[in-house]
């Protein structure tokens, strides 16, 4: 099973800052399988990037992803008050298909 | 518009099965390569994929809850159903189905909170 560290586990900036968050894998994962979520309080995850650098529909190009093999990193340029959340990367493999890292909370410095 | 609405019990009791139950819209379970999966969140904890199956009932399961889990679906009723047997207090989550887009998850449903207590 691989399993996903995300790190740091509490990154604290301040607005118009740049945030850069890490996911490690235990095994190389290909870029296509590589996505982030942002989770807000009492709200479902919300798709931020897919193939590790694709933004979904309606995501601000603030937010930008990369990485391949087992190092990816989810990029927000200039934070605005809107992007402090919880976010998670996720791996699609095979056994088991699914795994989430265990998120890291950004938060207002 | 895709839609997914999670229902099911609020409370079981220790040792009891939880059934939930996945209703979407906006998309038809037998469209090719359609998926949806099963995702916990305890608490304050991490996100916990659990079960996924797809149009051709392809089904896969977490590792470590696999003897517990059972998923199906119901195509004409664009429903996807989750069983969990033998719950336990450290089974109290919120229970969410995702469409399976590619290989994320681009909709979710609103999540279920289930309390496990006696």
């Known amino acids: 099973e691989i399993v996903l560290t995300q790190s740091p586990g509490t990154l604290s900036l301040s607005p118009g800052e740049r945030a850069t968050l890490s996911c490690r894998a235990s095994?190389?994962?290909?870029?296509?399988?590589l996505a982030w979520y942002q989770q807000k309080p009492g709200q479902a995850p919300r798709l931020l990037i897919y193939g590790a650098s694709s933004r979904a529909t309606g995501i601000p190009d603030r937010f930008s992803g990369s990485g391949s093999g087992t190092d990816f990193t989810l990029t927000i340029s200039r934070l605005e008050p809107e992007d402090f959340a919880v976010y998670y990367c996720?791996?699609?493999?095979?056994?088991?298909?699914?795994?989430f890292g265990q998120g890291t909370k950004l938060e207002i410095k | 518009q895709v839609t997914l609405k999670e229902s099911g019990p609020v409370l079981v009791k220790p040792t009891e099965t939880l059934t939930l139950t996945c209703t979407v819209s906006?998309?038809?379970?037998?469209?090719?390569?359609?998926?949806v999966s099963w995702i916990r969140q305890p608490p304050g904890k991490a996100l916990e994929w659990l079960a996924h199956i797809f149009s051709n009932d392809e089904k896969s399961y977490s590792t470590s809850l696999k003897s517990r889990l059972t998923i199906s679906k119901d195509t004409s009723k664009s429903q996807v159903v989750l069983t969990m047997t033998n719950m336990d207090p450290v089974d109290t989550a919120t229970y969410y189905c995702?469409?399976?887009?590619?290989?994320?998850?681009?909709?979710w449903g609103q999540g279920t909170l289930v309390t496990v207590s006696s």
């Open positions: 095994q190389s994962v290909s870029s296509s399988y």
């Open positions: 906006g998309f038809s379970l037998s469209n090719a390569r359609m998926g």
């Open positions: 996720q791996q699609y493999g095979s056994s088991p298909p699914n795994t």
């Open positions: 995702a469409r399976i887009s590619g290989y994320s998850y681009e909709s």
